[in-house]
C-alpha cells in the first residue's frame, strides 16, 4: 500500500519560513517525480513544484525565488523548504506522486495545512 | 500559461443519471488531461489519465474522451457516492493547471 506523510506544517507570520516534509512509502520513490500542490481554503487546486526523477526541478511563478524543493531518494522524502512566506501562500499543501510520462498525479498524501497571518 | 475551463461550474442530477462535465484547455495540450474526484475534506483522487486511461481501481461508470483542446468527463449512471468536486487538469507543460473545479449534487 503506497502511503505519504506529510508533516512541518503551521501557523507562521508572513515573511517567515517553513519546512514540509513528505515521506513516501509502498514505491520505488527514485523512479517518480514527485510534486507539491497546494489548496487554499475553499478554492481550488493549485501547483507548486515538482522535483522529477531524472533531476530536473520546476516551480510556479508565484513561488519561485522564496520556495525549494528537494528529495533525498535514499530516505524516500520530498521537502520545501518555503521563505518569506505570504498571507497568499495559505493553503493546505499536498505531496503527490507521478508515475513518469504519460501519467498524471496518481498518489496524494492527506495534505498539511499551512497558514501564514500575523 | 495553459488556462483550463470547466463547465458547468456545478450541476445537481438524480442518481442514474448520466452526467457530463467539460473542459476546455487555452491551447493545444494533445491527450495530457486528467481528471480528479475531490470529497470534502479529502484529497483529490485519480479518476482518468492521458484523456481517456482509467486509473486502476476507478468505477467503470466514468470514462473520459477528447483531445487537443476540447475534453469531457462522463458519469454514465450517477451513483449517491458520487457527490464531489470534479477537476481537470493538464499536465502537457509547466505550469501545469487545473480547471476551477465542477461540483456535483445528487437532487
Known amino acids: 500500500e503506497v502511503q505519504l506523510l506529510e508533516s512541518g506544517g503551521g501557523l507562521v507570520q508572513p515573511g517567515g519560513s517553513l519546512r514540509l516534509s513528505c515521506v513516501v512509502s509502498?514505491?520505488?520513490?527514485?523512479?517518480?517525480?514527485m510534486s507539491w500542490i497546494r489548496q487554499a481554503p475553499g478554492k481550488g487546486l493549485e501547483w507548486v513544484s515538482t522535483s522529477a526523477s531524472n533531476g530536473r526541478i520546476f516551480y510556479a511563478d508565484s513561488v519561485r525565488g522564496r520556495f525549494t524543493i528537494s528529495r533525498d531518494d535514499f530516505k524516500n522524502t520530498l521537502f520545501l523548504e518555503m521563505n518569506d512566506l505570504r498571507a497568499e501562500d495559505t493553503a493546505l499543501y499536498y505531496c503527490?506522486?507521478?508515475?513518469?510520462?504519460?501519467?498524471?498525479?496518481?498518489?496524494w498524501g492527506l495534505g498539511m495545512l499551512v497558514t501564514v497571518s500575523s | 500559461d495553459i488556462q483550463m475551463t470547466q463547465s458547468p461550474s456545478t450541476l445537481s442530477a438524480s442518481v442514474g443519471d448520466r452526467v457530463t462535465i467539460t473542459c476546455r484547455a487555452s491551447q493545444y495540450i494533445n491527450v495530457w488531461l486528467a481528471w480528479y474526484e475531490q470529497k470534502p475534506g479529502k484529497a483529490p483522487n485519480l479518476l482518468i489519465y492521458?484523456?481517456?486511461t482509467l486509473q486502476t481501481g476507478v468505477p467503470s461508470r466514468f470514462s473520459g474522451s477528447g483531445s487537443g483542446t476540447e475534453f469531457t468527463l462522463t458519469i454514465s449512471s450517477l451513483q449517491p457516492d458520487d457527490s464531489a468536486t470534479y477537476y481537470c487538469?493538464?499536465?502537457?507543460?509547466?505550469?501545469?493547471?487545473f480547471g476551477q473545479g465542477t461540483k456535483v449534487d445528487i437532487k
Open positions: 509502498g514505491l520505488t520513490f527514485s523512479t517518480y517525480d
Open positions: 503527490v506522486t507521478k508515475q513518469g510520462f504519460g501519467f498524471a498525479l496518481d498518489y
Open positions: 492521458k484523456a481517456s
Open positions: 487538469h493538464q499536465y502537457k507543460t509547466e505550469p501545469w493547471t
